[in-house]
């Protein structure tokens, strides 16, 4: 398993730098599926028979002790099917480096130290716009996403999880499309088998943001994310609660675009996790920082293709 994830893990990273070089000597002058915001979906679709490559790139780091910090790389290729449906592909890898962190799932024990990237695996994204804010007033699209995963994110750990996410998307335009307001509900629904273990989760987030062109070319504003577990998807069983707020920037041009988001936890719940390895109590005053960080920036960018 581990001389194949290293050749994966090598084929890919030079493949990633190949597409990325060739994206940009090829793109095109369509406007694509242009992303606003960091962490929220809006109903804007790719255009019909268009490509674009998207790379999201997230930095998560801090937790209640120890050293931790994680980067997600996130490579997308997304094809307009028709102008309202659009279809993507994922692959999906992490960077990981811990010194002295506890295992979310598990307080009461350490993480190995670790610094490691590599391939977690891959998922197929569907979107498809029922109303558009530019003739029917409002936007309204569905999304989902079935996701396919060997590796844990958070922990770094191998482990063999199913996703299939779901999101309702909202989206308003006001002073004649200089502001752009969105919000997504999300549940997905999660399967997951670690060393003959067995376990069942449910993950629901609420986001909601805005984002004001200031210039020509250019937009900023505010992005909010409360982020909630419920085990054995049970509703009654909530697990944890996050909540997140912060700016966001974008730039975008006929051929490509940039967007900057940075998400610091403003609160969160439980704040104490218990007892770690060393019999010391590990919380915060304030924070959730057992499946979260204390702070997450997002760098995305798209090329059409």
Partial sequence: MKSFTAVVKKQYLSSAILLALAVFGLAGTARGDEALFGYLYTTDTMPADHWEYEQWNTAREGKARGNYFAFDLRNEFEYGVTDRFSASLYLNSTYIYTNDVYDSENYAMNLPDQSAFDVNGMSVELRYRLLSPYTDGFGLALYMEPEVAVRDNMTGLEESERELEFRVILQKNFMDDLLVVASNFMLEPEWETMEGMYAKELWAELTLGGSYRFAPNW???????????????????????????????????????????????????????????????????SRHLGEHEKIEARFKFGVNI
């Fill in 219 to 285: 937009y900023a504003g505010l992005e909010f994310r409360n982020h909630m577990e419920f085990t054995d998807m049970d509703l009654n069983q909530q697990q944890h609660s996050a909540y997140f707020f912060g700016p966001n920037i974008h730039y975008g041009t006929q051929k490509w675009w940039w967007t900057l988001t940075i998400l610091p936890q403003i609160v969160g719940w439980p704040r104490d996790l218990g007892i770690g390895a060393d019999g010391q109590d590990i919380s915060d005053y």
